[in-house]
């Protein structure tokens, strides 16, 4: 038998690991990019007051070639229906969108107080004549939204004693904040507190009652004299001695006082709807919670009960 002398043939496979390239990691850089331009696009509007953000939206609304050239919002085509301008019933209805984002954040709401308080603080601090009344004024937020409140001392009462005659004092502050709560939409209550020193004829005749709804007027007629709109005024009340403040002693010429509310949307709805006037009533502030709950989500218009006023 011949030998079979045929070449023994070995056959390997290559195995080629083909390289995928780093397409995914550009795409996944312009990803992080535009994720990251969001977040700061995002920050930047949660920190812009009103006027910031409307000058933003006046900015994205403008035509690129109207913004260039300058010319007519509309847009300069000639179709039946113009192009380029910003349709209106879009932007109403957006606008409105916005308005009452704006009202109900609690951190926008929040806000919004405190840059009207730094509007009186600063209006006050700008009058030498008003500056002596710093002592004698808290400003601080509450659920219902700010409260200022204009308390008596013996050495400086806001009103004649026992009269509801104004303080040309009073007077003058009070028609300096007026133009600062009339540029603002929310509304307002005033009420009028008296101390529980009574008068002699006790509550036959009159009393401390009338006194206080009398301050309370007298403080409207000098808002209004002062530039504020009427129609911003849900109720003007007196509370006598009932409302005395908190950790002060029922006789002190403190409690005798002015109480400006500019409140909430959602606490002027309450008091319209429920006929209620803001205090410190616990069943007001429960009611007054559960609305707010409602209204923004579980945990509601959480804000501190402390004075923030720089003048205490």
């Not at 308080?117 to 004549?129: H, K, L, S, Y």
């Not at 609305?291 to 923004?296: D, F, S, V």
């Amino acid at each position: 038998m011949a030998e079979d002398h045929r070449p023994i043939i070995i056959r390997r496979k290559k195995v080629v690991h083909a390289h995928h390239g780093g397409a995914w990691k550009i795409a996944l850089a312009d990803f992080m990019t535009a994720l990251m331009a969001l977040f700061l696009v995002m920050w930047i509007l949660s920190m812009a007051d009103d006027e910031q953000r409307a000058a933003v939206a006046e900015y994205f609304q403008t035509p690129l070639s109207v913004a260039i050239m300058g010319g007519p919002r509309d847009g300069s085509a000639s179709r039946v229906i113009p192009g380029g301008g910003p349709d209106r019933a879009h932007q109403d209805g957006e606008q409105m969108r916005i308005d009452y984002r704006m009202q109900t954040r609690p951190a926008d709401v929040r806000r919004h107080f405190q840059n009207i308080q730094r509007q009186i603080e600063r209006a006050i601090q700008a009058d030498p004549a008003l500056r002596q009344l710093q002592a004698q004024m808290r400003l601080d937020l509450t659920r219902e939204g700010l409260r200022i409140q204009m308390m008596d001392t013996d050495q400086r009462p806001m009103f004649e004693i026992g009269s509801p005659t104004v303080a040309p004092y009073m007077g003058r502050l009070l028609r300096t904040i007026a133009p600062i709560l009339n540029s603002v939409d929310n509304e307002l209550t005033i009420s009028g507190h008296t101390d529980s020193i009574p008068y002699s004829g006790g509550y036959v005749g009159y009393s401390n009652w009338e006194l206080s709804s009398d301050r309370a007027n007298a403080s409207r007629r000098e808002l209004v004299a002062g530039g504020l709109n009427p129609d911003k005024l849900i109720s003007i009340s007196g509370v006598a001695d009932r409302i005395p403040l908190e950790g002060a002693d029922p006789r002190d010429p403190m409690n005798r006082r002015i109480t400006l509310v500019l409140h909430t949307e959602q606490s002027a709805d309450f008091i319209r709807r429920q006929g209620l006037l803001p205090g410190d009533a616990e069943e007001f502030e429960r009611l007054l919670q559960e609305e707010l709950n409602e209204e923004l989500g579980e945990g509601g218009l959480q804000i501190d009960q402390e004075p923030t006023s720089l003048f205490l």
